[in-house]
């Protein structure tokens, strides 16, 4: 309880939510694919689901140290639940391939996963474009170009500050 007073978060709490909703199998051969950049679309549509069974955004991130004050200052950019309906509606919308390779989502395609998913294309270029610039910073933290040592890897995560997030919905 004084951890909590202290804005010190319920991380406890979090790691059982975390124990009992998350497959350790599944979640190491995730890492692996998010650190080789070989992520899917289907393996965030899973993460998203996972991430929902635990709680919203808000307790998620309410557990953390300093998550609170997080919350406070990301108020209207965090996703809703509407928000993550519309984007696991999305992603559904697509075929298998277009999920395994979501780059090959050009023009006719945005428009047929929009019309199936009762959003709008620029919802669906939101998606992809986040998707993308989440692919490409784990790939560069994972062991690309200039990442080698903790000192790269470093570096990397201070880039993540600059990604925008409003194009996952985050």
Not at 72 to 99: C, F, K, N, W, Y
């Amino acid at each position: 309880m004084a951890s909590r007073i202290l804005g010190m978060g319920d991380v406890l709490t979090l790691i059982e939510r975390a124990q009992q909703h998350v497959d350790e199998k599944q979640a190491a051969a995730m890492e692996e694919r998010l650190f080789a950049g070989r992520l899917t679309m289907d393996d965030f549509l899973e993460q998203m689901r996972q991430m929902r069974r635990m709680g919203s955004m808000e307790s998620i991130l309410g557990m953390l140290p300093g998550g609170r004050k997080l919350v406070q200052q990301a108020a209207g950019a965090m996703p809703t639940e509407r928000d993550l309906s519309h984007m696991e509606a999305i992603v559904l919308s697509m075929t298998s391939e277009e999920r395994r390779r979501p780059e090959i989502v050009k023009g006719s395609r945005r428009k047929r996963i929009a019309l199936g998913s009762g959003t709008g294309i620029a919802e669906v270029n939101r998606l992809l474009k986040g998707f993308e610039q989440m692919q490409s910073v784990f790939k560069q933290l994972g062991g690309g170009k200039g990442t080698k040592g903790t000192r790269g890897k470093m570096r990397m995560l201070k880039n993540l500050k600059g990604i925008d997030t409003s194009q996952l919905g985050l």
